[in-house]
């Protein structure tokens, strides 16, 4: 008989055009000039998970033991950084590993099946010429009811000084659908059979020698080498807490330890950025009593004319998302663009009115890679003033200004911006104006009538 019920179509419903953190990671900067190009996002913690995944299933027991060691004793130090794992304080190591294993956001839970946990015989089938790494890495996932391949061919081209991977490809469907996504992404499969390769190239017996070396190799090369307590660390974020990948790359790539010192270097000389990835499942917003139609659709009206603006300016999109006031309460994913040594970031958030970040960078900027951000310095402190601070893509202080779009003084490198916005701004205007009274630095009342945002 078949299913004859009739399917309406649902009303779309309004949505935010907020960018939705879904990873966080390193990308060589690309080679060609015009943008735009396809970014390859590297994920720090692809390389921990992929170390874990390979890991003897007995080993992981011996590290585990030694975190859960660790972890009680930086509790009992009151370390901060320690908080979040106050409730594993009491519990034994067949607790935490059942917990990894089969708890709420277990491995079980999250991939149908304990391969992660077993990690037998991960890779297969492995070939390294002199520039090509191909093999079969073993799926994560239960394979049952979806179909999903129990193994999937890795390929991972290094280039000739075997410092970087100008190709990469996974055939999983997870791979596939990030590419969606607009990146070439670093997966775990990969991160697996990197961290398999430099163990076998170090002793040709391990791993029942799943790779096989075609010739000589020089040693390959890994931006990062992840120590076994933050490995297991990593696992415990994702697999206990259930935290995200974006958090957790967030919080990996903050430690310095992490990164072989040539890739320091890369980042120094802006051969290699940072990049986020949005998930294109956008936020649905729904009209309440505070929040009305009109107060949903004026971010996506101003955000495309904006848009359209900062084109015409001759600006062009460039990587996938640059992170502005990264690790405060405005944390927000911009989409970037750039022109020459300028840069443009678009800040649509729930928490700030629409906003434009400009940059201007010069040879002579300095690097702060691990830098850290004020939390009690409001963005709305010093509007339009001169400031320098990190980028977080580069890490490069650059001369930085906070825009308001509304305001009659134009930015220079995009003229008919604030023209253009103003009269779709609506009830944004009084948002402008209570924020520049509660939190600028100077004489706010005078700054309210520059920008035409006193109404009396
Ligand atoms: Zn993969």
């Known amino acids: 008989m078949g299913n004859n019920k009739l399917v309406l179509p649902m009303k779309q419903p309004l949505s935010l055009p907020i960018r939705q953190p879904l990873y966080y990671g390193v990308s060589p900067k690309s080679t060609q000039d015009d943008p735009p190009y396809r970014p390859q996002i590297i994920l720090a913690s692809s390389y921990a998970r992929g170390s874990f995944f390979i890991r003897p299933e007995q080993e992981k027991y011996i590290m585990f033991g030694l975190w859960l060691d660790k972890i009680k004793e930086r509790l009992r130090e009151g370390d901060p950084s320690a908080e979040v794992y106050s409730d594993l304080s009491s519990y034994s190591l067949d607790e935490l590993t059942a917990a990894i294993k089969n708890g709420k956001n277990g491995i079980k839970k999250k991939h149908g099946t304990l391969k992660l946990w077993k990690g037998e015989e991960v890779v297969a089938l492995g070939n390294m010429g002199q520039n090509i790494l191909t093999a079969r890495v073993k799926s994560k996932r239960w394979g049952g009811r979806n179909n999903v391949a129990s193994r999937w061919l890795v390929e991972i081209n290094f280039d000739e000084y075997g410092t970087g991977y100008p190709y990469i490809k996974c055939q999983s469907d997870e791979h596939f659908w990030d590419g969606v996504k607009g990146a070439d992404m670093f997966c775990d499969h990969m991160g697996a059979l990197l961290t398999c390769l430099k163990e076998v190239y170090n002793n040709p017996d391990a791993y029942k020698g799943a790779i096989r070396f075609e010739e000589h190799v020089k040693e390959p090369y890994m931006p990062f080498l992840i120590n076994p307590m933050l490995e297991a660390e990593v696992i415990v974020k994702r697999y206990v807490l259930g935290q995200n990948y974006y958090d957790i790359d967030k919080w990996l790539l903050d430690k310095k330890e992490i990164y072989d010192p ?174 520049i009274r509660e939190h600028y630095d100077g004489d706010n009342e005078e700054l309210l009538k520059k920008l035409g945002l006193k109404f009396s």
Not at 269 to 285: C, E, F, M, P, Q
Not at 296 to 322: D, H, Q, W
Request: aromatic share 10%; net charge positive; with cysteine.
């Open 262 to 435: 040539s890739y320091l270097d890369k980042i120094e000389t802006g051969k290699v950025l940072y990049d986020a990835v949005h998930s294109k499942r956008t936020k649905a917003a729904k009209p309440t009593n505070s929040f009305t139609k009109g107060d949903i659709l004026a971010p996506c009206k101003v955000a495309s004319v904006m848009e359209k603006c900062i084109y015409k300016s001759g600006f062009r999109r460039v990587g996938l998302n640059a992170v502005e006031f990264r690790g405060t309460e405005w944390e927000t994913l911009c989409a970037n663009y750039e022109k020459g040594n300028k840069t443009l970031r678009l800040l649509i958030s729930e928490q700030l009115p629409p906003l434009l970040i400009y940059r201007e960078s010069n040879p002579a900027d300095k690097t702060d890679i691990f830098y850290k951000l004020h939390e009690e310095e409001h963005p709305f402190s010093r509007p339009y003033q001169e400031q320098r601070t990190v980028d977080d893509r580069t890490r490069k202080i650059t001369k930085t200004k906070i825009v308001i779009p509304y305001s009659p003084i134009p930015l220079r490198e995009v003229p008919e911006l604030n023209e253009t916005v103003r009269p779709i701004i609506g009830n944004f205007k009084s948002r402008y104006a209570e924020l």
